[in-house]
């Protein structure tokens, strides 16, 4: 039997160290982080038109607020905040998130000697707009929606807050629409995001709405990490993200 050539040895070796080369790049590609921070379930949100609101609240030390009495979501940026219900306190430290309920009653202090900075997203019906307010001095309104939330159905719907980080380099992720509807706010980072043909910079503390129906994609171009919020409602038992168009 006729022995392969040196050459032609030498090509199998380096094909087989590329292969492996890439198998290796991809297993080691860095992957999208993506950690709850809170949640809860909404058992309605089509008995009455919903708005989204963001705010940025500075609590200073011995501070003491009650929380709008409206459901949100708050994510503490430093310090820590204390939650306090019917004599019970939680904590809530940096970098983490607590759901506040319309009924709940809650007190907002901040823990100890420093202040503490975060940010509350609320979902509100129309007559809560007036509602959804601290004194000026210590709070910034971000954002609010210019009309009512569409294509929301009958039926109960998940409302939770995540963090989401995405790696340096990743190019545009395959387009795709909320079920519900979210409400971003870029933490670090410089986002691309992309619909209807138009591609737009997203830095940071910046806040970014997306509608049910918005087909879209995000990528990262940047040297950094991405990294944002995103406050979300989507119906219970179905995916907040679904790929492609809606169904007409």
Known sequence: MKRPSRIWQFLAVGLALLAAGSLQTRAQAPAIVRTPIAGTTLPSV????????????????????????????VYVLSGTLAIQVRGQTALVHSGEG????????????????EKASYLHFLLLKPEQ?????????????LYRTSAPLPGLKAGPYAFNLTRVTFPPHMPPNAPHHRSGGALYYVLSGTGSFATGGTTTSKPPEIPHYEPFGMVHQWGNPGDEPLTFLAANLNPEGTAAVVPGSPAP
């Open 46 to 73: 089509a008995d009455a038109p919903r708005s989204w609101k963001l705010l940025r609240v500075e609590l200073r030390a011995g501070d003491a607020e009650p929380a709008p009495p409206v459901v949100g979501l």
């Open 129 to 141: 707009m007036n509602l959804a307010h601290y004194p000026a001095d210590c709070a910034m309104e």
């Open 98 to 113: 607590a759901v506040l309920k319309e009924e709940s009653g809650a007190s907002l202090v901040p823990e100890g000697k």
